[in-house]
């Protein structure tokens, strides 16, 4: 332990120090940087934000600090850490019970996509780069399956690339795309992107190497794609029963535009807002 001061050099007094962040000054030398002791409120330790070299910095400056706001901006700066803690434990909270309520309706998993049919919700599971989401079944607006065609034999004859994917709609159509001939005998991808109306996609895969397809492991996992698309099916066919009708029902788009005639009668609408409603009513 030093027997002097860390700024001054003189000889370290009982009782006279202060101890700052990384050593101990004596109270002439925070005297002279604008600290004195006997105005600063009790409460207030402002040695415990100070170096010995700011101290010597400022000396050699001959500048001084004003203790009050530097203290009340080191409280502000604690308190707003403070609140950024508190607020990524509520978010981690938030996200721990979101997860475990989904789990607890045993949803269809596959990766970090959990389809809970209880919820009807799409839940996706963070990664390292991207947070976790959260949909409504409604928010699925379609899927495509890749299957990205090569040959490991090269006597093989590949007419035909086909690489990119088939659009599936919610017919089911996408059973096409694992049945009926294939001009290559392996897969370097086979895939499921899922799009969202918020222009999301994720996408989820079932073989990412280079796999023949007269293989077991091709067939399990087509399979296993296969059951999952079924299940994007199910939603999207969902999806078309539930939505809002456009049209009206014959009584309603009359009732519609009766009144909407008398608005225009009254001035309230133009003769093109009256013509373009009217269309959209009709749907024409
Ligand atoms: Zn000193």
Redesign the pocket.
């Known amino acids: 332990m030093s027997k002097k001061?860390d700024?001054?050099g003189?000889k370290l007094k009982m009782f006279k120090s202060v101890p700052v962040i990384d050593g101990k000054?004596?109270h002439?030398?925070m005297k002279k940087i604008g600290v004195d002791y006997v105005e600063l409120p009790l409460s207030m330790s402002i040695e415990e934000i100070l170096t010995v070299k700011e101290i010597k910095d400022l000396q050699a400056n001959n500048q001084i600090i004003d203790p009050q706001k530097r203290w009340a901006e080191y409280k502000n700066k604690l308190k707003q850490e403070k609140f950024k803690k508190e607020d990524i434990s509520a978010e981690k909270d938030k996200y721990d019970q979101l997860k475990a309520a989904i789990k607890a309706d045993e949803p269809v998993k596959k990766g970090k996509v959990y389809l809970d049919f209880v919820k009807k919700q799409i839940f996706i599971d963070k990664t390292i780069l991207e947070d976790y989401r959260l949909f409504r079944f409604s928010d699925l607006t379609s899927y495509k399956t890749i299957e990205s065609p090569t040959t490991i034999n090269k006597n093989h004859s590949l007419s035909r690339s086909i690489v990119g994917g088939l659009v599936a709609g919610p017919t089911g159509a996408v059973l096409g795309a694992f049945s009926g001939n294939k001009s290559y005998d392996a897969v370097s991808k086979m895939a499921v992107v899922l799009y969202f109306n918020n222009n999301y996609s994720k996408q989820l895969n079932y073989i990412s190497t280079e796999t023949k397809i007269d293989s077991m492991y091709y067939r399990d996992e087509q399979e296993k794609m296969q059951r999952f698309c079924v299940r994007l099916d199910k939603i999207l066919v969902e999806n078309e029963n539930n939505e809002p009708t456009t049209l009206s029902t014959p009584t309603n788009s009359a009732d519609e535009l009766r009144k909407l005639k008398s608005l225009l009668d009254d001035g309230i609408l133009t003769e093109e807002e009256f013509a373009a409603k009217k269309k959209q009513i009709l749907g024409i």
Do not use: A, E, Q, T
């Open positions: 001061y700024v001054c003189n000054v004596c002439d030398c």
